[in-house]
T-cell receptor, first 111, second 116 residues
Framework: DVKVTQSSRYLVKRTGEKVFLECVQD?????MFWYRQDPGLGLRLIYF???????EKGDIPEGYSVSREKKERFSLILESASTNQTSMYLC??????????FGPGTRLTVT | GENVEQHPSTLSVQEGDSAVIKCTYS??????FPWYKQELGKGPQLIID?????GEKKDQRIAVTLNKTAKHFSLHITETQPEDSAVYFC???????????????FGQGTILTVHP
């Protein structure tokens, strides 16, 4: 079974703080993704990575950056957290075809 | 980019009834159509998918049907049970041309509630 883990289930941060969300997959997948999930908006792609040190912007990259130093780990960084970044963050890795395997999510609250 | 519309946004059924969720997409070149289920407190999980050379696929109580001409596909759940209560998402890959890296564009989600 593919396992995707995320570093925190719940996180509360203050406006202006730098926030790191970590994601680890154990299936040697090359492609990894970060989404945010908001009610009525579905899953929106923030960034994705197709190899170590390779990354591309998704649909809503503003205010975020990412890091992929090792194949199994993909990090999402909020350089200066703002209240409009309060959301559920989901990490996924891609299998051999288009199927994606998701972690349990991190619910981030920025106050 | 791909435009994906999912309906309804909420669906409430009695246990044993059928449930149908529909997804429409914009790019006629799309060739892969998955459905994901997200239970409370968990990430989405792939439950069924269909490729464009097939019109229907069944797996026990769930099925997906595809109408490429009309550019829509639907999730059908028969004999619903309370454990089917979840949020369901459709998804479509970007257009077939170019490099997509396996990206998916997701629908807005449907909250399904099955009442005992």
């Amino acid at each position: 079974d593919v396992k995707v883990t995320q570093s925190s289930r719940y996180l509360v941060k203050r406006t202006g703080e730098k926030v790191f969300l970590e994601c680890v997959q154990d299936m040697d997948h090359e492609n990894m993704f970060w989404y945010r999930q908001d009610p009525g908006l579905g899953l929106r792609l923030i960034y994705f990575s197709y190899d170590v040190k390779m990354k591309e912007k998704g649909d809503i990259p503003e205010g975020y950056s990412v890091s992929r130093e090792k194949k199994e780990r993909f990090s999402l960084i909020l350089e200066s957290a703002s209240t409009n970044q309060t959301s559920m963050y989901l990490c996924a890795s891609k299998g051999p075809f288009y199927e994606q395997y998701f972690g349990p999510g991190t619910r981030l609250t920025v106050t | 980019g791909e435009n994906v519309e999912q309906h309804p946004s909420t669906l409430s059924v009695q246990e044993g009834d059928s449930a149908v969720i529909k997804c429409t997409y914009s790019d006629s070149a799309s060739n892969y159509f998955p459905w994901y289920k997200q239970e409370l407190g968990k990430g989405p999980q792939l439950i069924i998918d269909i490729r464009s050379n097939v019109g229907e696929k069944k797996d026990q109580r769930i099925a997906v049907t595809l109408n490429k001409t009309a550019k829509h596909f639907s999730l059908h759940i028969t004999e619903t049970q309370p454990e089917d209560s979840a949020v369901y998402f459709c998804a479509v890959p970007p257009h077939a041309g170019g490099t997509s890296y396996g990206k998916l564009t997701f629908g807005q989600g449907t909250i399904l509630t099955v009442h005992p």
